[in-house]
């Protein structure tokens, strides 16, 4: 579960912290008082991408830390998926973005990826979003939700293994049957080309060590004479001045003792002897080392040269990008040789895949339609409690064309909210009040097959009210009886089921607007529940009839 949510700098909110119960939770609060930005918070912990947007001071990082705590068997699944810290069944997930963009991630203090962040919310948190209603009208997300009911994992799993290798398959097949249209001309091009990367031994040379060695051997006598002429007055003549600073060192060594600034003197002396040795050392290696031959400076010349033109003919910058060129082309001339031989193995592979993927196929599709009795009538049956007494439920199954990640399966959802009128696909014939409480039917019945601890409804509500919203309060009060449920709401009847409420409200501060979160006492709810009933301050009857929703 939930258990707390810091935010800190993000949007409007200066800095919120909440303590959630383990059942249902709800939050109330005028609309744009600020309920839709603590879900933007949320959606960090859930790994959404942020920017410096967030920032209300751009001189603070922005802080969204979430504590939870789970089971056993999540906790073990979680430590298969992020190497990190876990002595206990506690998760805190934190996000910061700084001023300048910058984002991290942190499991238990742990630093981690984005992509880490969503692996793990995703097995202990679930956001249904307001625009997450029309969702249900999405043909992915009718497939989802019978494929989770369905409990079809291992038949998924085994079609999308074959999909993966069948597909791979004809993009090869493909490409093989590209490569032998290309004409005699293309191919003798590419030899050509190939032939010419080929020259020279690209493998293992470094260009900036090339540029280095004809850029010394150019001026090789230019160096050997400096160097001459500079050891001839360090280290050679009579008046050497190594020798004149190793006579220097000697005199103050002796008066050293003297004055600590003679000793300093002395031992800056010490490192200029220790320096003139290791100029001596690395000058003398150097003459030793260049090569006065024209040959070599030739060779370099002739190498530098080439890789240029190859570089600028090909577009290219840097040898690497040269040497993939090269292996791309001996691909091609290698595969255009033997591209019969293969393409009639691979041709002949192929269809062996086609009758196990068509079998996989099948196999998926009947997983999926032997749930479907059970899915129209828990969901009729939901509907009717929902105040839709007359709801049909109509699901079959439209072949697909070719073969997709999915299956060979197009779901069509069909909805009837009234006697004796045919189910039409739900997109075409549901309202915006319909929608709703299919969305939250749909939650409702796949809650448990999901497994994932705590649930956030952000105004499932939408567009109903009177006895439907009594209903679809006492739907996700059933549904925190198995797990934590926490829902943004504009209902008194939802609101009113709830063991704790949570208000979001705007304040004014001298110098700016920010959002507050109270947690309301009981006589506080009964005043914000009067409010949602009636009017602001309520009348008498709308608190009467909060004290009784709430009784309820």
């Known amino acids: 579960m939930l258990q707390s949510l810091l935010i800190k700098n993000y949007a409007i909110i ?29 959606n960090l912990i859930n790994g959404l991408r942020a920017d410096t947007k967030v920032l209300y001071d751009l001189n603070a990082k922005c802080i969204v830390e979430a504590h939870f705590n789970v089971r056993t068997n999540i906790l073990d699944r979680i430590k298969n998926l992020v190497d990190a810290d876990f002595e206990t069944l506690d998760i805190i997930i934190r996000r910061e973005i700084s001023s300048s963009g910058k984002s991290r991630a942190f499991i238990n203090d742990t630093p981690v990826k984005l992509q880490d962040i969503k692996s793990v919310s995703a097995l202990i948190l679930d956001i249904h979003n307001q625009f997450d209603t029309f969702s249900i009208a999405d043909s992915n997300y009718q497939l989802e939700v019978i494929d ?87 280290q050679e003549s009579e008046h050497a001045i190594s020798s004149r600073i190793s006579h220097y060192f000697r005199q103050l060594n002796d008066l050293a003792d003297l004055n600590p600034q003679l000793a300093e003197i002395r031992d800056y002396l010490d490192n200029v002897q220790e320096s003139l040795k290791e100029i001596d050392f690395i000058s003398n290696r150097l003459v030793d080392n260049i090569d006065m031959s024209d040959t070599r400076l030739e060779e370099l010349t002739d190498t530098l040269d080439h890789i240029n033109k190859l570089e600028k003919k090909h577009g290219k910058e840097t040898i690497q990008d040269l040497l993939s060129l090269r292996d791309n082309y001996k691909m091609q001339t290698e595969g255009v040789l033997n591209v019969d031989e293969i393409l009639l193995k691979q041709k002949a592979e192929l269809e062996v895949m086609r009758m196990k993927i068509h079998k996989a196929a099948s196999t998926l599709s009947s997983s999926r339609e032997n749930i479907f009795p059970r899915i129209t009538s828990l969901l009729e049956k939901s509907l009717f409690n929902l105040a839709i007494p007359n709801a049909q439920i109509r699901l079959t199954i439209k072949e697909l064309p070719d073969y997709q990640e999915t299956g060979l399966d197009e779901i069509v959802f069909s909805f009837s909210a009234n006697k004796g009128i045919e189910p039409q696909p739900v997109q075409e014939v549901a309202s915006g009040g319909e929608l709703s409480r299919l969305a939250l039917s749909v939650k409702s019945m796949i809650a448990d097959q999901y497994g994932v601890p705590t649930l956030i409804f952000d105004e499932i509500d939408t567009g109903i ?88």
């Not at 079809?152 to 293994?161: C, P």
């Open 14 to 42: 200066d800095e919120v912290v909440m303590h959630f119960d383990d059942g249902f939770n709800v939050i109330t609060g005028e609309t744009g008082a600020g309920k839709s930005i603590l879900l933007g918070a949320l």
């Open 148 to 234: 989770t009911l369905a409990n079809n994992r291992k038949e998924y799993s085994d079609y999308k293994d074959l999909f993966h290798t069948f597909s791979n398959l004809k993009a090869e097949i493909k490409i093989l049957e590209s490569a032998k249209k290309q004409s005699t001309h293309d191919l003798d091009f590419i030899k050509f080309q190939l032939e010419e990367l080929e020259k020279i031994p690209l493998d293992g040379i470094i260009k900036q060590e090339l540029i280095d060695e004809h850029g010394t051997l150019s001026n090789s006598e230019k160096i050997i004479s400096i160097i001459g002429m500079m050891n001839q007055e360090m």
């Open 465 to 552: 009210s009177g006895a439907v919203a009594k209903r679809v309060g006492e739907i996700l009060h059933h549904i925190a009886d198995a797990r934590q449920v926490i829902c943004i709401t504009h209902s008194p009847q939802v609101a009113s089921r709830s063991g704790k409420h949570f208000l979001v409200e705007k304040r004014d501060t001298p110098t700016r607007t920010i959002t507050h979160v109270k947690l309301l006492t009981l006589e506080e709810r009964i005043d914000e529940i009067a409010k949602m009933l009636s009017e602001d301050p309520p009348t008498g009857s709308a608190r009467e009839n909060a004290r009784e929703l709430l009784a309820r």
